[in-house]
């Protein structure tokens, strides 16, 4: 039996046990030489050097530290690094690729939550689940229950037309959701032409004309300088009287201060898993406008999804040590276009 290489693990040291459960670290353990003792959260620390001197796989998650020249340098024989969340931006530096060493994320697996969470706020707000749903309710003219054969006009999913933002992954997984239901999806991306457009199965639209044409705007769109603020006051106005903005993308994709203007006159409703700053500070209008609902960046994985991140890093490792190639491998050209 071939020798298994050296691995180290680097990341939140409490998250460890969620990412890999008992039997996940059982198989991980089966193809990588690991210490689940040994956690590396400083890279310059004496025993996490001392182990990245033979160290060939780093097994990384949130909280890893940056992976610098320096830190490069304390492991020479280092040959692939497997991300067990999803963006590696936070950690990896142009001198990992210099140094031919390979990356592998598990994005992919990331990407179904926040889909789910995006298809669950579609269909309820779609349902009014912001109004009709709010607790603190307590007007004596607000129903508590529609009388058997009411119709409550203005709601419904049949037909209503949703605008996705950007073909990424969470965007690419939202699109197969959405597919089962009655619903008119359009699509805005300018990395996507017409063909792959219809591949996808949804027409492609400049983003104005989607603005313009969808009653929800969900946005999927990576972090860049040229995506900043991509949704501002000149786009929140063009959207339609009683439209839904949902972001759980990156919270500087929208200009909050544009987004507040327009809650407050009650035109449109928006719900946001990320802002920006985040957390957002305790007086924020957003946190308590009655048509802004927002939740704390939990639409990612958490609980018992952490576990699906952790089997994809192990299915990666065991690619990895029989010689056959990764299947969530990062490419660095197209980090920039990426989350």
Known sequence: MPERPQAVLAMTDRNVPQVFPPRLLARLRACVDLDPTLVAHDFA????????????????????????????????????????????KGFTTPEVW?????VSSAAAANALPVAE???????????????FGRPQRTR??????????????????????????????????????????????????????????????????PLDEL?????????????????????????????????????????????????????????????????????LPAGSPLLGLPNAFVTPHLAGSQGNEVARLGRTVVEEAERLTSGRDLLHGVDQDELERSA
Request: one cysteine or more; charged letters at 25%; aromatic letters at 2%.
């Open 211 to 279: 603005l313009r044409t969808s009653d929800v705007v969900t946005l999927h769109a990576p972090q860049t300088p040229e995506t900043r603020h991509l949704i501002g006051a000149r786009e929140l106005a063009s959207m339609p009287d009683g439209s839904v903005l949902v972001n759980t993308a990156r919270g500087a994709l929208v200009d909050h201060d544009a987004l507040i203007g327009e809650l407050r006159t009650g035109r449109l409703r928006a719900v946001l898993d990320v802002t920006d700053p985040e957390p």
């Open 117 to 131: 969470y995006t298809l669950a706020v579609i269909l309820l707000t779609g349902k009014d689940v912001l109004a």
């Open 98 to 102: 210099r140094r031919g060493i390979l």
């Open 45 to 88: 620390e004496p025993r996490v050097r001392q182990a990245l001197a033979r160290t060939e796989v780093l097994i990384t998650g949130w909280g890893c530290p940056r992976l610098d020249a320096a830190a490069l340098d304390a492991a020479p024989r280092l040959r692939a690094v497997l991300h067990a969340a999803g963006s590696v």
């Open 140 to 205: 004596s003219d607000f129903p508590r229950v529609f009388p058997r054969g009411d119709i409550v006009p203005g709601i419904g999913n049949h037909g209503r037309r949703v605008g996705v933002v950007g073909a990424s992954r969470v965007g690419r997984r939202l699109l197969e959701l959405l597919r089962p239901h009655d619903l008119a999806v359009t699509l805005a991306d300018p990395y996507v032409d017409a063909a792959e457009a219809a591949r996808l199965g949804v027409p492609l639209l």
